[in-house]
Each structure stands twice: as structure tokens, then as C-alpha cells.
């Protein structure tokens, strides 16, 4: 008796107990993670962004693509003159795990080469291949002839 | 020396699994909900992020809820 002092139900009662105890705690964690998230995505969708010139209309013929920097010199974007003349401009970052994309003009897509993602470039959403999710846009402003980057959607 | 723990009370063993297997499906639908809104944050949606946290502090203020229960010990009359 002195060896084994548990009674085996107590045993079973306290593992019991204490499982549920941990399953709580992590419950409490998954809360704090997803709470943490909110506060992350709150935060970030208050960011201003800079205005910066990128170029000037006549550098980038129809049909082209000019690649930046937009929002930090670390961030990678593409500028894209498309058939009928309009401008738009997206992260290079890709959506799946973040490989630059790159403009094909004779196929007029966006492509990843790390997993065949295939972006439509005239709204940035995936038409093939891993990513979910659309490119981030750029928004642009036309002063002159000149194109500036003044925000971004995530 | 180590104290025993008493015995549980009659019944309440299987209230504790019972408490246990519905806690750890929840952690389920938890951890669910965290990659919804990991979704929802980096596609830049974070107002819908707040409900998932809602209902995921809810579960959680469940499972306490449930833990505080199960601490109170029934007074048990032996004839």
C-alpha cells in the first residue's frame, strides 16, 4: 500500500482533470493567436503608404511591364500597360509563398514560376495553380505624364 | 509522503470525459477558426477576423466555465 498510494480511480480522475486543464489552457492560446491576428490586421490596415513618382506614361509601351519598388525598397511590384491603355500595377510578391511573379505578355498573364501561379493582370486575381488569393494592388495616380504608386490593397 | 487523492465522486468520471472529448473537438473548430483568420489577415480582410476571435473566446470562457464546475465536489450522504 505504501508503495502504490493512489487509489486507481483518483489516478484515472486526476490524468482526467489535468488533460482537460491543458485543453483549456490551449484553448486559451488558440483564442490569444487568433485575437493577436485581429490587433495585427487592424493596425495594418491603418498604414499610410508614400507617394511616389514610378514613370513617366511614354516609358512603358502597351503591352509592357515595368518593374519598381512599392512600399519599401525591399518590396517588389510590377507596373503593366495593358492592351486598351490602362494601367495597373500589383506586388510581385505571389500568394502562395511569395516568389516573384512576372508579367508574359504574349500569353497577357502573371506568372509564378516556382508553382505555375497564374494571375489575370487586370484584376490581380488567381486564374490557376496554387495561390488562393489575389496579387496585392497597387493604386496609381496619373498626374501629367507622370504615374504615381500612392497606396496599396492588400 | 504524497497525499491520495479521494476517490471521485459517483458519476463524475464519466462527466470528465464527457467534458474532455467535447473540449478537444472545439480545440478543433479553435484551431479551424485560426486559419481562417490567417487567411482573412494576409488577405488584408480584418474586420471579419474580430467574429472568429469572438467565437473562439467563447469556446475558451466555455472550457473555463467547464473547469470550475467540475472543481466543485458534490457533498455525498452515506447511509
Request: aromatic residues 8%; contains cysteine.
Amino acid at each position: 500500500m505504501s508503495e502504490f498510494p493512489y487509489h486507481w480511480d483518483a489516478d484515472e480522475l486526476v490524468s482526467r482533470r489535468e488533460l482537460l486543464q491543458f485543453a483549456v489552457y490551449t484553448s486559451g492560446t488558440l483564442f490569444a493567436a487568433t485575437t493577436l491576428l485581429a490587433l495585427l490586421g487592424l493596425i495594418r490596415s491603418q498604414e499610410r503608404h508614400d507617394v511616389r513618382p514610378i514613370a513617366r506614361v511614354g516609358e512603358v509601351p502597351e503591352g509592357e511591364a515595368l518593374y519598381f519598388r512599392y512600399p519599401d525598397p525591399d518590396d517588389e511590384a510590377v507596373l503593366l500597360h495593358l492592351p486598351g491603355g490602362r494601367f495597373v500595377a500589383y506586388s510581385q510578391k505571389c500568394t502562395h509563398l511569395s516568389c516573384s511573379v512576372y508579367y508574359q505578355p504574349e500569353h497577357t498573364r502573371l506568372f509564378c514560376p516556382c508553382h505555375n501561379g497564374i494571375f489575370n493582370p487586370l484584376t490581380g486575381d488567381p486564374v490557376a495553380g496554387p495561390p488562393q488569393r489575389r496579387l496585392p494592388q497597387i493604386i496609381l495616380r496619373q498626374e501629367g505624364d507622370l504615374l504615381y504608386a500612392v497606396g496599396q490593397v492588400p | 509522503m504524497v497525499r491520495p487523492e479521494p476517490p471521485p465522486p459517483p458519476g463524475q468520471t464519466p462527466v470528465v470525459l464527457a467534458a474532455l472529448t467535447i473540449g478537444v473537438l472545439l480545440m478543433g473548430i479553435q484551431l479551424w477558426l485560426l486559419t481562417v483568420a490567417l487567411d482573412l489577415y494576409l488577405a488584408g480582410q480584418p474586420r471579419e477576423i474580430w467574429r472568429l476571435a469572438a467565437v473562439s473566446g467563447l469556446i475558451f470562457l466555455g472550457g473555463l466555465l467547464m473547469l470550475r464546475l467540475l472543481r466543485r465536489r458534490p457533498r455525498i450522504q452515506r447511509q
